[in-house]
């Protein structure tokens, strides 16, 4: 049975993550620290013979006794309200915890993939982003903490791809959605949706034209499972092409929820990425993938997840 390390494993994708490669036959190793993920995520496995959940922050030295085959480096705040909310912890979990888990791949010879983001390319000037544009990332920005953390992290990635011949992969992660998000994370999605549930009018930031791509949790989940297989060690973008405005996404959300509320605009937050879309012909090419899931169908699963929370969860107020 092959053994696999996951970070981050009680939020969102990392406990996606956990549930496919479960399904794959896999012996997975969950860890996490829970500064923003929660134990519901992956409650269900608790009796699970092939999972083991390891409580432990990345970013101190990490003892794992016995093989590893893969490690999916996943820990790391990814919303901007919380990167915003702990900076230090996240430009830590990016540079301190990437290295633990780099040397934890070289000393047991596992291969490494780490989840790496659209915000490296900042307030994009190429557009679609490919993989070979630099980014336009302001350093000292408010939401540099998080965006040269992964600058940092891919550095730190392919050096020891390099110097130590350690079999790693990079993942560009694009917006991504799906049932487990945090209600209270700020990402748009989860604003809108508990909004919508709570009578409340919808918040755009800015006059709405800012632009992003959606990709549904699934599909994601598959491009990486697919590049953590495949034998690609540069960057590669997955996310869903099918790009929008954030004030068209909001009259989507309200169609969707049937809400009466209105769309009411508040301030856009300092360098608020103007327009983002995934240019994915190098995971069509390399991987033959491509999202399946369109807009409508992930949305509706989405929202009936965020239905089905209880009033506690949906009132609940972390700001
Ligand atoms: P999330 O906040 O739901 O999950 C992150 C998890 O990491 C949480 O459970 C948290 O407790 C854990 N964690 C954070 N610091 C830790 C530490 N020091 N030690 C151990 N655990 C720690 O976020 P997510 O949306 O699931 O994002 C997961 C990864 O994917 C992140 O690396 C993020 O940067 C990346 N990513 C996500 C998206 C997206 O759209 N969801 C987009 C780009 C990149
Ligand atoms: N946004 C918004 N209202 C909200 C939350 C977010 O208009 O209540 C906007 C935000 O300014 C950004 C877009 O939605 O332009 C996506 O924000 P999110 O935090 O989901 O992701 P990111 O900015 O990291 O892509």
Same mark, same amino acid.
């Given at each position: 049975?092959?053994? =696999? #390390? @996951?970070?981050?494993?009680?939020?969102?994708? &990392?406990?996606? +993550?956990?549930?496919?490669?479960?399904?794959?036959? /896999?012996?997975?190793?969950?860890?996490?620290?829970?500064?923003?993920?929660?134990?519901?995520?992956?409650?269900?496995?608790?009796?699970?013979?092939?999972?083991?959940?390891?409580?432990?922050?990345?970013?101190?030295?990490?003892?794992?006794?016995?093989?590893?085959?893969?490690?999916?480096?996943?820990?790391?705040?990814?919303?901007?309200?919380?990167?915003?909310?702990?900076?230090?912890?996240?430009?830590?979990?990016g540079s301190l915890g990437t290295h633990n888990l780099?040397?934890?791949?070289?000393?047991?010879?596992?291969? =490494? #993939? @780490?989840?790496?983001?659209?915000?490296?390319? &900042?307030?994009? +000037?190429?557009?679609?982003?490919?993989?070979?544009? /630099?980014?336009?990332?302001?350093?000292?920005?408010?939401?540099?903490?998080?965006?040269?953390?992964?600058?940092?992290?891919?550095?730190?990635?392919?050096?020891?791809?390099?110097?130590?011949?350690?079999?790693?992969?990079?993942?560009?992660?694009?917006?991504?959605?799906?049932?487990?998000?945090?209600?209270?994370?700020?990402?748009?999605?989860?604003?809108?949706?508990?909004?919508?549930?709570?009578?409340?009018?919808?918040?755009?930031?800015?006059?709405?034209?800012?632009?992003?791509?959606?990709?549904?949790?699934?599909?994601?989940?598959?491009?990486?499972?697919?590049?953590?297989?495949?034998?690609?060690?540069h960057p590669v973008n997955i996310g869903n092409p099918?790009?929008?405005?954030?004030?068209?996404?909001?009259?989507?959300?309200?169609?969707?929820?049937?809400?009466?509320?209105?769309?009411?605009?508040?301030?856009?937050?300092?360098?608020?990425?103007?327009?983002?879309?995934?240019?994915?012909?190098?995971?069509?090419?390399?991987?033959?993938?491509?999202?399946?899931?369109?807009?409508?169908?992930?949305?509706?699963?989405?929202?009936?997840?965020?239905?089905?929370?209880?009033?506690?969860e949906l009132y609940k107020s972390e700001h």
């Amino acid at each position: 049975m092959k053994k =696999i #390390l @996951i970070t981050g494993a009680a939020g969102f994708l &990392g406990s996606h +993550l956990c549930d496919r490669f479960i399904k794959e036959g /896999y012996q997975v190793f969950g860890m996490d620290n829970f500064i923003t993920g929660d134990f519901k995520n992956i409650s269900h496995l608790a009796d699970n013979p092939n999972f083991e959940f390891i409580d432990h922050d990345v970013t101190e030295f990490i003892d794992f006794k016995g093989d590893l085959d893969y490690i999916l480096h996943f820990a790391s705040p990814a919303s901007p309200i919380d990167y915003l909310k702990i900076p230090i912890q996240t430009l830590k979990v990016g540079s301190l915890g990437t290295h633990n888990l780099l040397g934890l791949a070289k000393a047991k010879g596992a291969r =490494i #993939l @780490i989840a790496s983001t659209s915000e490296i390319y &900042g307030d994009p +000037l190429v557009h679609p982003q490919t993989e070979d544009y /630099y980014g336009n990332v302001n350093t000292i920005g408010p939401r540099g903490v998080y965006d040269e953390a992964k600058r940092f992290q891919e550095s730190i990635t392919m050096a020891y791809h390099t110097f130590h011949g350690v079999e790693t992969r990079i993942v560009r992660i694009f917006n991504t959605y799906g049932p487990r998000m945090r209600l209270n994370d700020g990402r748009v999605i989860p604003a809108f949706m508990g909004q919508a549930l709570r009578g409340e009018d919808l918040t755009v930031f800015g006059d709405g034209s800012q632009t992003r791509s959606f990709c549904y949790v699934d599909d994601q989940v598959e491009g990486i499972y697919r590049l953590l297989l495949s034998d690609y060690s540069h960057p590669v973008n997955i996310g869903n092409p099918h790009e929008i405005s954030i004030r068209d996404f909001a009259e989507e959300i309200i169609k969707l929820t049937g809400t009466t509320q209105k769309v009411i605009y508040k301030d856009l937050p300092v360098n608020d990425p103007m327009q983002r879309q995934p240019d994915i012909t190098l995971a069509k090419k390399i991987l033959g993938w491509e999202p399946k899931v369109d807009r409508a169908e992930g949305m509706k699963i989405t929202f009936d997840y965020f239905k089905s929370l209880t009033e506690e969860e949906l009132y609940k107020s972390e700001h």
